[in-house]
């Protein structure tokens, strides 16, 4: 039974920064790439980055590209998003995905086992 774990999501300021982890069990982790996704209070689940099986190759989203980094560690079978100089619209309810493939890309489509979520809020 695949398994997607996330955690390290909490409450915090504006500029502040959080790291989050989803540790996956169940699956041949290093095989697929892995995706981090988020919905805020209203609006569409939208891609926020994606990451190869390898860790080679990362996509992020036009949004967060510069402030996050997803990152992997296949030994641990953990995937990680560091998020730096956090804004209020960065809130919102943070998924881990596992793409179906080795590649990580923004369709939801290609994602076929989610996580639960781990809320982060961002004040300001």
């Known amino acids: 039974q695949v398994q997607l774990v996330e955690s390290g999501g909490g409450l915090v300021q504006a500029g502040d920064s959080l790291r989050l982890s989803c540790a996956a069990s169940g699956l041949t982790f290093s095989r697929y790439g892995m995706g981090w996704f988020r919905q805020a209070p209203g609006k569409e689940r939208e891609f926020v980055a994606g990451?190869?099986?390898?860790?080679?190759?990362?996509l992020y989203a036009e949004s967060v590209r510069g402030r996050f980094t997803i990152s992997r560690d296949n030994d641990k079978n953990t995937v990680y998003l560091q998020m730096s100089s956090l804004k209020p619209e960065d809130t919102a309810v943070y998924y881990c995905?596992?793409?179906?493939?080795?590649?990580?890309?923004?369709?939801?489509?290609?994602?076929?086992?989610w996580g639960r979520g781990t809320p982060v809020t961002v004040s300001s």
């Open positions: 990451i190869n099986w390898s860790g080679g190759s990362t």
């Open positions: 995905a596992q793409s179906s493939r080795v590649t990580a890309v923004p369709p939801a489509s290609q994602y076929n086992y």
